[in-house]
């Protein structure tokens, strides 16, 4: 797992879970997740920027909300990144896998 010292604020980095990868993110100390994989057509989102609360694709473009889940460009999409809940117990980042 990862570390809160692991991930600057504005930065993103991809972390293993029950053998899948997700990407975490630190939005101005809020951390927040989604798989690794871009709905659209599977881009690693670990390597794409973040822009606030908005990951998008490297692979084709495509920007993501990781507080929904929902696209935000293009708006039209109806895939959605699957949100998982991110919770900071004694310095750990901890995602809610279910």
Not at 41 to 57: E, F, Q, S, W, Y
């Amino acid at each position: 797992m990862a570390e809160v010292n692991d991930i600057p604020v504005g930065q993103v980095r991809a972390v293993l879970a029950e053998n899948r990868s997700y990407v975490v993110a630190n939005v101005g100390g809020e951390f927040l997740a989604v798989d690794n994989r871009c709905p659209h057509l599977g881009g690693p989102l670990a390597r794409g920027k973040l822009d606030g609360a908005v990951i998008t694709c490297p692979w084709h473009g495509w920007e993501w909300d990781l507080r929904t889940g929902r696209p935000v460009w293009p708006a039209a999409a109806r895939d959605r990144a699957r949100p998982v809940p991110v919770r900071v117990e004694d310095g750990g980042i901890l995602l809610g896998l279910l």
